[in-house]
């Protein structure tokens, strides 16, 4: 694990690392482990002990034996609960086989459907994304495997955590935002991780992909600065306040419409930032 990476989980809280493992089924193996790990760390959470074996379980003959005795008397005791339970059962079904019979056809009340609250982030088809920002780039520039294969990989990590941050920071400024935000952002920072992984390194794309890629680093930037601002202002709405922020949402829609029309997550075309002079 980054140095970078073993800072994250060292910053959380006991109560937001154990809610990372207590709900595997909403974040990734990975983030899950190492949240793990961190508890490991600091003595809050145990190794998980081994399963003994069959084989070590079998008992001494001289215990075997006793048990022999110790079954006979369960035997007898079983067959007198039977018995009891049997002349209780015979006794009801004479002397109240009326109040059965009413009872069984009063109708049942019919289950209703309840909606359950979940902190899942959709997933979206960031295959399909994929396949749509490569269309936007010249056939020329896609003849060399090695820089398509860099390129698609790249572009595959930056839409699996642009998709998730588009739509946590929607669903905040739609006033949707959920109790569990902060913690759904977590995920979001962790697909972001995966991203900067790869993009710490140089590539030597042709002009429309390098072009692509610079716009792509840009956002992925502004959207994690973001990301790590939002839940302490989601309250109010105070983001909407915060000039930095409400800048970096902007800038970012304008970076964005370089690399694809409209967004995945919306389906509404990016916004170009339009500069207004001053007199």
């Known amino acids: 694990m980054s140095d970078a990476a073993t800072d994250f989980y060292h910053q959380k809280t006991e109560a937001e690392l154990r809610f990372l493992i207590e709900h595997p089924e909403y974040y990734q193996p990975d983030l899950i482990e190492s949240a793990r790990?961190?508890?490991?760390?600091?003595?809050?959470?145990?190794?998980?002990?081994?399963?003994?074996?069959?084989?070590?379980?079998?008992?001494?003959?001289?215990?075997?034996?006793?048990?022999?005795?110790?079954n006979f008397l369960n035997l007898a005791l079983a067959a007198l609960v039977l018995g009891l339970g049997y002349y209780y059962y015979a006794k009801q079904q004479r002397g109240g086989g009326v109040q059965a019979v009413a009872a069984s056809a009063k109708p049942k009340p019919v289950p209703r459907l309840t909606e359950v609250p979940t902190s899942a982030i959709p997933t979206y088809d960031v295959a399909g994304v994929v396949r749509r920002q490569l269309a936007t780039?010249?056939?020329?520039?896609?003849?060399?495997?090695?820089?398509?294969?860099?390129?698609?990989?790249?572009?595959?990590?930056?839409?699996?955590?642009?998709?998730?941050t588009e739509y946590l920071t929607g669903q905040a400024h739609a006033g949707k935002a959920g109790p569990m935000f902060a913690e759904q952002?977590?995920?979001?920072?962790?697909?972001?991780?995966?991203?900067?992984?790869?993009?710490?390194?140089?590539?030597?794309?042709?002009?429309?992909?390098?072009?692509?890629?610079?716009r792509m680093r840009e956002a992925a930037s502004s959207q994690q600065h973001i990301l790590e601002q939002f839940p302490d202002l989601l309250p109010n709405k105070r983001f909407l306040k915060d000039r930095e922020l409400v800048a970096r949402e902007a800038d970012v829609q304008?970076?964005?419409?370089?690399?694809?029309?409209?967004?995945?997550?919306?389906?509404?075309p990016y916004k170009a930032t339009v500069l207004t002079a001053k007199f």
Not at 47 to 55: I, K, R, V
Not at 254 to 266: A, G, N
Request: charged content about 30%; hydrophobic content about 40%.
């Open 37 to 70: 790990r961190e508890l490991r760390r600091r003595g809050l959470l145990q190794l998980e002990m081994p399963a003994l074996e069959p084989q070590n379980l079998e008992a001494p003959a001289s215990v075997a034996r006793a048990g022999r005795g110790v």
């Open 137 to 164: 780039v010249p056939a020329r520039e896609k003849t060399n495997e090695e820089h398509l294969r860099q390129f698609r990989e790249l572009s595959k990590r930056f839409w699996a955590a642009e998709t998730q």
């Open 185 to 214: 952002t977590l995920v979001a920072r962790q697909s972001w991780s995966e991203w900067n992984r790869a993009a710490v390194y140089h590539f030597k794309f042709g002009p429309v992909m390098a072009n692509q890629m610079d």
């Open 254 to 268: 304008d970076w964005l419409k370089d690399v694809l029309p409209t967004s995945p997550v919306t389906g509404k």
